[in-house]
């Protein structure tokens, strides 16, 4: 279904896709089921398991979907809340999956970055924050946790502009009684929320009520010297916090800050409308040579995650691309920017509930596809109509682990390699070899020690193959081009290993940072490169 340019436009102005950033435990999956309760796209939200040994091991959503049986796709969560169509893209959770987690990020428009009211800002959020920070996405906050009593509210926004080093300003305010939140003041009308709690641990939609300050109903729920205490809190606010400044919000160096609680729903819905209304739709885009306007050019997108193996029976790949202008058309004939090979436009792909079927609906700017893929595609890649274009590379990382890999039956060595190879071109390992007189060794390179279990896990799972690893005493590496006798000598010093990837480029090991810094400064006639040079940008 081809639509006419205005209804185009007005489909991709509808749009809102963000990912939420947040440190472990922070409370992202109990805010995710709330979005989703609010948008009507569960009915009642379970309280989530407080503590999964395994949960590093699958995306939180793969989780979600089978502990409560709710149709999800496996990188974004798609929904509807009033006129707007929502779009979340999943951030796993662990650090080990932080690559996963940026490639989300550079498919966002904008974010939310959620924080416990008692820790503020923590590791896993400054990393995050700084690659938002990067691209200029505009970033959302909403303090969680405010049923308990947490930081002093003005010290923690202090606090974010001092380590963020981003200006935030008061959307909402926590409002309590003897410690205990019963609402939220809401700065845009200059009136409180008061919240009814169902009685249902969070399950339900709590009532709210708009009153006035000087109301009989807020006099009655925080009593007159809470009343006084919030009138000072406010006062306070207008003189020491920052001036709402969207312009700034919009270029992603000031941040709404709203407070609440996933866990009994308190402020969530004045956080999730406010969101809504001030987060950016689809915008546009810069590629090589220029700037693609989402609603003005013909489909183009391009490929930030690849999984292998959704669904066991089908042994395909899917690429999912985010959509950057443009309406999906199937059956049109796309070009992959990086080879020039055409691509003919299946019809995308939807997982629910693990099953497989077609998605009908419509895909525009801002929205995600699924397409399946017979080893065409990467991540990075730019999937465009029309003039070949190429959006900028998807970030990624330079691999600090490094083992050998042994399989005990050597008969399942081509399933070894077969798994290896889909395993790294979906990005969840870097595939090296080292050269040796009975042929190529295998190396796997990972980011976080943690993706070795799931490498393991996996060619068990997917591909019947037993391995083990072997740790290797390296920390980095690095593509490198130049003369090959130079290459030579500097991988035959102590503590490097010369490798090349399954492209048949050079890279060298080397123990640690330092020597790599040393032979960087010495080593003039090579280049040294974090990302596979010709293929892929840096971002
Ligand atoms: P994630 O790791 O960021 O996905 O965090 P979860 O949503 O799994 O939450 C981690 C823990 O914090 C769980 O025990 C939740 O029940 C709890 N939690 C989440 N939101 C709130 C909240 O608003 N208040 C309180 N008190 N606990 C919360």
């Given at each position: 279904m081809a639509l006419s340019a205005a209804a185009l436009a007005e489909e991709i102005r509808r749009r809102r896709t963000f990912a939420i950033i947040s440190?472990?435990?922070?409370g992202k999956t109990t805010l995710t089921e709330k979005l989703l309760l609010y948008g009507g796209a569960i009915r009642s939200a379970g309280s989530v398991?407080?503590?999964?040994?395994?949960?590093?091991?699958?995306s939180d959503w793969l989780e979600m979907e089978q502990e409560r049986g709710i149709s999800i796709t496996a990188s974004v969560l798609h929904f509807e809340y009033q006129n707007f169509r929502i779009n979340l893209l999943d951030t796993p959770g662990h650090q080990d999956f932080s690559e996963d987690t940026y490639r989300a990020l550079t498919a966002a428009d904008s974010a939310i970055m959620l924080l416990d009211n008692r820790k503020g800002v923590e590791v896993q959020t400054q990393k995050l924050f700084s690659v938002c920070k990067k691209r200029r996405l505009p970033i959302y906050t909403f303090v969680n946790k405010c049923d308990r009593i947490g930081e002093d509210p003005l010290r923690l926004l202090d606090d974010v502009q001092a380590e963020l080093g981003i200006d935030c300003f008061v959307s909402t305010w926590p409002v309590r009684r003897e410690g205990r939140l019963v609402g939220v003041y809401d700065r845009g009308c200059g009136k409180v929320w008061l919240y009814e709690e169902?009685?249902?641990?969070?399950?339900s939609r709590p009532r709210a009520t708009l009153v006035h300050l000087e109301s009989d109903e807020l006099a009655t729920a925080i009593g007159s010297e809470g009343v006084e205490k919030l009138s000072e809190e406010i006062e306070l606010i207008e003189i020491a916090g920052s001036e709402a400044d969207f312009d700034a919000v919009e270029r992603g160096e000031a941040s709404p800050v709203c407070f609440g609680s996933a866990l009994t729903n308190f402020g969530v819905d004045v956080f999730l409308e406010r969101f809504l209304s001030l987060a950016p739709p689809p915008s546009p885009r810069e590629v090589t040579d220029g700037v693609i306007e989402p609603a003005a050019h013909p489909f183009s997108g391009f490929v930030f995650k690849v999984q292998a193996n959704?669904?066991?029976?089908?042994?395909d790949r899917v690429a999912f691309v985010r959509v950057c202008s443009g309406e999906f058309e199937e059956g049109a004939e796309a070009v992959v920017?990086?080879?020039g090979q055409k691509l003919r436009l299946a019809q995308p792909q939807e997982f629910m509930a693990r099953e497989r079927t077609h998605a009908d609906s419509l895909a525009v700017a801002g929205d995600v596809v699924g397409l399946l893929d017979?080893?065409?595609?990467?991540?990075g890649d730019t999937v465009a109509l029309g003039d070949r274009i190429e959006y900028p590379g998807v970030p990624r990382f330079s691999p600090e682990h490094f083992s050998q890999i042994h399989i005990e039956?050597?008969?399942r060595r081509k399933h070894l390699d077969r798994g290896l190879r889909h395993l790294a071109e979906e990005g969840t390992i870097l595939l090296l070899f080292a050269p040796s007189i009975t042929g190529p060794i295998p190396i796997v390179g990972a980011v976080g020690s943690l993706q070795f279990d799931v490498l393991l896990d996996r060619l068990q799972r997917e591909y019947g193959v037993s391995a083990r690893l072997e740790k290797l005493p390296f920390h980095c590496a690095r593509w490198v081009t130049g003369p090959d006798d130079q290459i030579e000598k500097v991988a035959n010093a102590y503590g490097r290993r010369r490798v090349m990837d399954a492209d048949g480029a050079q890279l060298i090991l080397f123990d640690n940072e330092w020597t790599l810094r040393r032979s960087m400064e010495q080593e003039k006639d090579l280049t040294f490169h974090d990302?596979?040079?010709?293929?892929s940008v840096d971002a």
């Open positions: 440190h472990p435990d922070a398991k407080s503590r999964r040994s395994d949960r590093h091991a699958t169902a009685g249902d641990h969070g399950r959704m669904d066991p029976r089908h042994r920017s990086r080879t017979r080893g065409n595609l990467r991540v039956d050597a008969l990302v596979q040079p010709n293929t």
